[in-house]
Structure formats: structure tokens, C-alpha cells
């Protein structure tokens, strides 16, 4: 079918599409009419999201915050949160509603979350794409109680945001408070270690103590000097005593008084005898007396000897054996020392332990008070931008949109009658029905008379 022959068929079956397009959008006007009106209110909310983590303390990327209204979108819209809208407005109190709840489903079920699921059913939630802004609408019967859903939907909503970001935090808040104590329990047991080994070892100030008996050490050092010294003077004693008799040895190195005075008596007594022996006989009796005072002599200078001998040997072995005894001395300290150092190393580890125990008790103690205080935080990052208010006109039904939507909507029901009923009775209006009909050619045309009907004239043909 041409253009021409649907225009055709158009302006033939006229009536009928005409009919079909009045019936439409008077049935649209009726029902409309007819259909109860519904009021439609709505709130705004203001997302102010700063997306930190209430445990970490750190922020979410911006990236995320169109996902995050996604998510708020699907909280406002959950069970939840029409959970709390019943138990805030007492609707299953309402004896009307139990009456609807026993009718609709023969008692079974929870009534509350069956008026959840009808409140869910009216709400529509849409947010900005450009804001953090979100629209949230309650459609109704009423304009009063479509302001009062949509508000307590807002409330409602606000509680459970708040309810959610608190939740992680009083959650991390006990978390903490265990290990805060396990903490604190590991720091006494540490302060415990480090006591009883200041305790056993003895140890007040473990530098100091090591000053101390380093001291000690250098004094033994000077005194093992002083007496290896004075042992080798002993010892150089000895062997010139050993080597030269009393009369060869220089009293200076036996160091003895007795000694000296006793040489010095025996050199005068010597020198008085060989006077006297130059002058007098050897029976002469002072003589004598002189040869017998240096016989005495020599005998008390060779006592003497003998035990400035012994008194060199004594003197010898006792440097010696000091020697011995601050060698042991100074071995012994080196010990006591690098037994402090031990002692000191040990310390420190004892006290690094407790100093850890400290830091890590007090960074926890800290993120503790921040998680308390999130917890214990009653402020929401979601404000109402505009309250709900009753609305005047209702949303549904809108007379103006259903007729224009009637009209183009009649007029292709008008169209498709038209060429239905021209299916099923079809007639011969143009000479190309003729031509497709019988398959003959068309001779000639005789155009219709009447005067109050237009002229349809196609152009003629002849036939060679």
C-alpha cells in the first residue's frame, strides 16, 4: 500500500478512526477523573561525606563518593529503615491497618514488615548527578500524610546513617579496650622482668657501677705497676747479694742502717789495727783489743748479713706473691666488669621492652579515646535540605498529560482500526486497486459529480 491509497484509506474509514480517537481520550479524561488523586511530597538531603574510616583514620578517595550515594540510596530504600518509620509513626497500632493486614494476608507473617513493605512500595528515592544531594518522595492519598512519610522516611534514615557510621566505631572501641588491656597487662609484666632483675642483680644505676668498678680496675692496674716494680728492685737485690759478699757489697743496695754503721766501725776498727800493728806487737794487749773488736765486728757485720739475705728473700717473695694476688685481683675485676656489662646489656633490653610496651600502650590508648569519641559521636554527615511539606495540587492523576498522552496515543488506534476494518472489507477506491485486483489495465476514469464531495482524481492514462 502507497501513500497515497493509506491516505485514501484515511479519509474513507474517517469515521471510525474518529470514533476510536474521541472514545480514547474521553476514556482518558473519565479515568482520570474517575481515578483517585494522589499527593506527592518530598525532602531533600544533603550528603556531606568525608569518607574517613572510623578505625584507620584515613580518608576514602573522592572517587568514591558517587558509589557511596549509591549506597545511602539503597539504605533509604532497605527494610530497615521502613522498619523504623512504622515503629516511629506506631502504625500497627492502628486498628484499621490490622484490620488491611489480617484481610491481605490471613495473619501470617509480621505485620510490621508487611507495612514495611507498603510504605516501600510509595517511596521513590533519587539522587542528583551532580550534587550530593538526594530527593527523597512519598506518594499518598493524602497530602498530610505524604509530608509526615516522607519526614519520618528522612528521620528515619538519618538515625540509621548515624546508627551505621557509630557502629564500626563502638565495635574497633571494644576491640581496643581488649588489646589496651592486654597492653597494659604485658607492661607490668615487663616493668615486673626489669624490677626483679635490678633486684637480683643488685644493680641501682648500672653506669654508675660501671664507673665505679672501672675506677677499681685502673687503681689495681697502677698497683700491679708499683709492685711488679718494686718486685724487680727486690729481685735486683738479691742477685747483687748473691753475687758479692758483705765486704764487696755497696751497703746502699741492702739498704740497711745496721749494716752500714757496722761497715763503718769495722773500716775504723781495720785502720786502727793496721796503725797499731805498724807500732806495737801483735801480743801487745792493746793490739789485741783491737784485733779482737774487729774479729767481733766482722762477726755482727756477717750475722747482719745473713739476715739482710733473709730479709731481701722475704721482701722478694713478698713482691712476688703481691703480684700474684693483684694479678687475681685484676682478673677477677675484668670479670666483675664484664659481668656488669652483661648485667648492663641485659638491662637494656629489659628496659627497651618496657619503653616498647609503653609506646605501643600509649599510641593504642590514643587510637582508643579517637575510636570512643567516634563512637560516642551523635552527629550525623547527613543534613535536610528542605523539610516536606503538604503538598496543594496532587502529582497523579495529571489531566493535561493523560490527554495529550490519549491523543497520540488514540490516534494510532484510530490509524490501526482504520486499516483493520479496510482488511476486512476491502474496496476499490483508486485505479491502482484496479490495477492490482483484476491485473487489467485502466482505460479511462469517470469522476464522481456530486458537488459537495471533493474530487480525488488520480491522472489519467490511456492505454496504447
Do not use: C
Request: hydrophobic share 45%.
Amino acid at each position: 500500500m502507497s501513500f497515497y491509497q493509506f491516505l485514501i484509506v484515511l479519509k474513507a474509514r474517517k469515521k471510525i478512526a474518529l470514533f476510536a480517537l474521541l472514545v480514547t481520550v474521553i476514556s482518558a479524561v473519565v479515568i482520570s477523573l474517575v481515578l483517585p488523586k494522589t499527593y506527592e511530597s518530598s525532602t531533600a538531603l544533603v550528603i556531606n561525606y568525608k569518607g574517613v574510616d572510623p578505625i584507620t583514620g584515613y580518608s576514602a578517595p573522592s572517587q568514591l563518593i558517587p558509589g557511596y550515594l549509591a549506597t545511602q540510596v539503597d539504605i533509604i530504600s532497605s527494610q530497615n529503615v521502613a522498619l523504623k518509620v512504622v515503629d516511629k509513626l506506631e502504625l500497627y497500632t492502628n486498628p484499621d491497618v490490622l484490620d488491611s493486614f489480617y484481610e491481605a494476608t490471613e495473619g501470617k507473617g509480621d505485620v510490621r514488615n508487611w507495612l514495611a513493605g507498603l510504605l516501600l512500595r510509595s517511596l521513590n528515592v533519587v539522587p542528583s548527578r551532580e550534587s550530593s544531594v538526594i530527593t527523597l518522595g512519598y506518594e499518598s492519598n493524602n497530602p498530610d500524610s505524604a509530608a509526615t512519610f516522607a519526614n519520618a522516611f528522612a528521620e528515619a534514615y538519618i538515625e540509621t546513617n548515624l546508627q551505621l557510621k557509630i557502629e564500626p566505631s563502638k565495635r574497633a572501641s571494644e576491640w581496643f579496650k581488649a588489646q589496651v588491656e592486654k597492653m597494659r597487662f604485658d607492661l607490668i609484666v615487663a616493668q615486673k622482668r626489669l624490677s626483679d632483675y635490678q633486684r637480683e642483680k643488685g644493680i641501682v644505676s648500672a653506669d654508675k657501677r660501671m664507673d665505679v668498678e672501672t675506677a677499681r680496675l685502673s687503681q689495681l692496674s697502677q698497683q700491679l705497676v708499683i709492685a711488679q716494680s718494686e718486685f724487680l728492685h727486690q729481685k735486683s737485690r738479691q742477685e747483687a747479694v748473691l753475687k758479692g759478699g758483705v765486704n764487696k757489697l755497696d751497703s746502699a743496695v741492702l739498704a740497711d742502717p745496721i749494716i752500714r754503721d757496722l761497715k763503718v766501725s769495722l773500716a775504723r776498727s781495720e785502720v786502727k789495727l793496721s796503725e797499731l800493728a805498724e807500732r806495737l806487737s801483735d801480743q801487745h794487749p792493746e793490739y789485741r783489743a783491737a784485733r779482737s773488736e774487729v774479729r767481733s765486728l766482722s762477726r755482727k757485720l756477717a750475722s747482719e748479713f745473713r739476715f739482710a739475705k733473709d730479709r731481701i728473700r722475704s721482701d722478694v717473695a713478698i713482691a712476688q706473691k703481691k703480684i700474684a694476688e693483684l694479678e687475681s685481683a685484676i682478673e677477677v675485676q675484668k670479670q666483675v666488669l664484664l659481668g656488669i656489662n652483661d648485667n648492663r646489656n641485659m638491662l637494656d633490653i629489659f628496659t627497651r621492652d618496657v619503653l616498647d610496651a609503653q609506646q605501643i600502650l600509649s599510641l593504642a590508648t590514643q587510637r582508643l579515646s579517637q575510636v570512643a569519641l567516634e563512637g560516642a559521636s551523635q552527629e550525623s554527615d547527613v543534613s535536610v535540605l528542605n523539610v516536606a511539606v503538604p503538598p496543594i495540587k496532587p502529582s497523579k492523576p495529571n489531566v493535561v498529560v493523560n490527554v495529550i498522552l490519549s491523543v497520540f496515543l488514540g490516534s494510532i488506534l484510530a490509524i490501526a482500526i482504520a486499516l483493520l476494518a479496510e482488511l476486512l472489507n476491502r474496496r476499490v477506491r483508486t485505479e491502482y486497486d484496479v490495477v492490482q485486483g483484476v491485473g487489467l489495465p485502466v482505460l479511462g476514469e469517470i469522476p464522481f459529480s456530486k458537488p459537495s464531495t471533493k474530487r480525488l482524481m488520480a491522472p489519467s492514462r490511456k492505454s496504447t
